[in-house]
């Protein structure tokens, strides 16, 4: 077999990402290459993502290079993969997923009764944390694990909010703090995605071999959940589905940007019920007012 050309963005841990996957393919008797290549997310640094304008931020730039040859397979976190893939790209592996939680970093230990200031450039975890703090200020955070670890502590900021997952992969969880158990996490984190051109049959066997059945599943309903609310805009979204013996249970949130309204739904379902279970949950939140905000963010 041919050495396997994975494109990956250069961001560190989009790196440490893509030769994860790559180690894996060594495993199964494979050899790869990485292929650097630069996204819009990557050269726009300053822009919040849910105002570039178009979905796919990150995704674009290694979609083209899968449809024009120059990369065999593309590594992405899947949350940064829009619900609806371009026409012949196709998803042939998830990896198995990591901690899903969402974690504030603080500089030291914190009284979250007080009126704090906390970073994100998120609009779910924005929503989700006003929801719960009212009290509390916003400040806009953007760039690379990195860059906004060091932005926080050249701040005056109380805390910022990651992945943990995003600074595990980095070995960058910082000793001082929080995981936030009650915040849901956006579809799908925590995970890592393998894009192939729907065109490449000689080597998706192959592929499909790193497949992790249940994570595909779960990463399944929280993407349509995410689709069946959203039509094409973002928005404040959270969804986690996870599975215990033959049963699937789903978190789904949709929070007003400001997050002065929530509407959550928490719902457990037999395997065998599985399909359209996402889709279903999404409609229940329209139903009960989610399709409000819904409209209020499409104007
Ligand atoms: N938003 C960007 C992004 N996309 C994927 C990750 C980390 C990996 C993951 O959460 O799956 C991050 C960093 C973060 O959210 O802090």
Not at 121 to 143: D, F, T
Not at 157 to 178: E, M, Q, T
Request: glycine residues 8%.
């Amino acid at each position: 077999m041919q050495t396997i050309k994975i494109g990956t963005r250069k961001s560190e841990l989009a790196l440490k990402q893509a030769n994860n996957v790559g180690a894996s393919i060594e495993k199964l008797g494979g050899t790869y290459e990485l292929v650097l290549i630069q996204s819009v997310g990557d050269i726009d640094l300053k822009t919040p993502l849910h105002e570039i304008g178009f979905t796919g931020v990150f995704t674009k730039a290694l979609d083209m290079a899968l449809l024009n040859g120059d990369i065999d397979i593309a590594v992405h976190s899947l949350k940064d993969v829009p619900t609806e893939l371009p026409k012949g790209i196709v998803q042939a592996a998830v990896i198995k997923r990591d901690n899903p939680i969402d974690i504030l970093v603080t500089k030291e230990a914190l009284n979250l009764a007080t009126k704090l200031t906390i970073a994100t450039g998120s609009i779910r975890r924005k929503a989700q944390w006003l929801h719960k703090y009212p009290a509390h200020q916003i400040v806009g955070l953007r760039g690379n694990v990195h860059t906004r670890l060091q932005k926080l502590a050249d701040s005056e900021w109380s805390g910022a909010i990651f992945s943990h997952s995003g600074l595990d992969r980095v070995d960058l969880i910082p000793v001082h703090h929080i995981e936030l158990n009650w915040m849901t996490p956006a579809p799908a984190q925590g995970v890592v995605t393998i894009s192939i051109a729907e065109a490449n049959v000689a080597l998706m066997p192959f592929i499909q071999q790193l497949n992790h059945a249940e994570t595909a599943l779960i990463t399944q309903i929280e993407r349509d959940f995410l689709n069946e609310l959203e039509g094409g805009c973002s928005a404040p979204i959270g969804a986690l589905a996870s599975i215990e013996k033959d049963t699937v249970r789903f978190k789904g949130v949709l929070t007003a940007p400001d997050g002065k309204q929530q509407f959550e739904i928490e719902e457990t379902i037999k395997m065998d019920q599985v399909v359209d279970f996402g889709r279903k949950c999404a409609q229940s939140i329209l139903a009960k007012g989610g399709a409000e905000i819904m409209k209020e963010l499409q104007n």
